[in-house]
Structure formats: C-alpha cells, structure tokens
T-cell receptor
Framework: DTEVTQTPKHLVMGMTNKKSLKCEQH?????MYWYKQKAKKPPELMFV???????INESVPSRFSPECPNSSLLNLHLHALQPEDSALYLC???????????????FGPGTRLTVL | RKEVEQDPGPFNVPEGATVAFNCTYS??????FFWYRQDCRKEPKLLMS???SGNEDGRFTAQLNRASQYISLLIRDSKLSDSATYLC????????????FGRGTSLIVHP
C-alpha cells in the first residue's frame, strides 16, 4: 500500500467555523507533512512531524493547529480562517525525517479548501 | 538568490521531441534531490530521485552536478501525456530536514 489518503476532498467553511482535515498512511512512514498550495505556485511547507512529534513549524498562524494522534494519522485543525487561506492542503509522508538520499515523499490527493 | 530555482516555462514542444529542465540550488549542504510531476489540480507525484551517479527510468534521465549545484531532467521522445508541471525538490542537510520546492517548470507537448 503506497497510498496517502486525505479527507474531505473538498471543504467550504465560514470564517467562524471550526473544521479538521485528516490524513492517513499505512506505509509505516515516520515523517508526515502538511503543505499549502495556491494556484500556479509550488507547495509551501507548513508543518513536519517526525516520529509523532512536531519537528518543524514554518511560522504558520495559530489558526492552523496540527495534531498527530499516532504514527499513521495526521490532522490539521482549522479555526477562524481567512479567505486568503483558501487553497489546496496537501499531506505527505516519507519513510523517515532524515535528509539523506532516497527519502521520497508520497502525497495525498489533497483537500481543496474554500473559506467564505 | 532563491534556495531552489527553476525556469517556469512554459516549454512548448512537439511530440517526439527531447526536452531538458534544470534546477539550481543554493545550499551546498543539500543532501537529496527529487523530481516530481504535478498535473493540474492534482497532487505532486514522485517522478525520480536524483542520485550522484545519475539515474534513468525509461525516457527520463536525471543528473546531479554538485560542483555547479544543479540537477537536471531530460525527457526523450515526449508524449502528449508528459504535459504537466515538473517540480524540483531539494532536501537541506546540516541537521534540519526541510524539503524545499522549486516553483516548477510547465511542459506542454503538442501534436
């Protein structure tokens, strides 16, 4: 199984709502990532979890709150978002968090988020 | 200078053509390198890892030049289905692991 799954596929929310994005992988990977991607731009790294611990937070606003309940799951909790937060949110995993050769990331299909 | 730079293109080529993309990186401590392909409104998919010795997978060849700090992707005998954005990813070394994406190069293969 080389699949990363994400739910929901699409999400529309108001600025006062609270919602969560979910990501799951069963490849035994120990590093998981959240990215944000706007149209015609590359993915921007938001968070990295390494062995279920938050290892990198790329100065993301606190209205985005990641959570890693176990080694297979990654959540992104959303609260009080702004319209400019509308984007494709991608989850990825890799075998380990090291920077060595061969540490490829596998991406989920993403959640397309619209904030009204 | 950006950490990872790519020519955004688009590269507009006929079917059957050979096309090459380069990606330059600024951090000499970078340890691992990848090419991803992304179709419109889809997730990035790994195309190739790039090793020091270079590697080939069918019509695709990737090379690493550490001295000049760039990686390259060569596509031979282009197909219509090769039309996509090709993203270069460089993983920093030096103790902190942060994958850095280039802005992508758009390829359009026409009949």
């Amino acid at each position: 199984d080389t699949e990363v799954t994400q739910t929901p596929k699409h999400l529309v929310m108001g600025m006062t709502n609270k919602k969560s994005l979910k990501c799951e992988q069963h490849m035994g990977h120990r590093a998981m990532y959240w990215y944000k991607q706007k149209a015609k731009k590359p993915p921007e790294l938001m968070f990295v979890y390494s062995y279920e611990k938050l290892s990198i937070n790329e100065s993301v606003p606190s209205r985005f709150s990641p959570e890693c309940p176990n080694s297979s799951l990654l959540n992104l909790h959303l609260h009080a978002l702004q319209p400019e937060d509308s984007a494709l949110y991608l989850c990825a995993s890799s075998q380990d968090p090291g920077g060595g050769a061969g540490n490829e990331q596998f991406f989920g299909p993403g959640t397309r988020l619209t904030v009204l | 200078r950006k950490e990872v730079e790519q020519d955004p293109g688009p590269f507009n080529v006929p079917e059957g053509a050979t096309v090459a993309f380069n990606c330059t990186y600024s951090n000499s401590a970078s340890q691992s390198f990848f090419w991803y392909r992304q179709d419109c409104r889809k997730e990035p998919k790994l195309l190739m890892s790039v090793y020091s010795s270079g590697n080939e997978d069918g019509r695709f060849t990737a090379q690493l030049n550490r001295a000049s700090q760039y990686i390259s992707l060569l596509i031979r005998d282009s197909k219509l289905s090769d039309s996509a954005t090709y993203l270069c990813v460089v993983n920093k070394g030096g103790g902190s692991y942060i994958p850095t994406f280039g802005r992508g190069t758009s390829l359009i293969v026409h009949p």
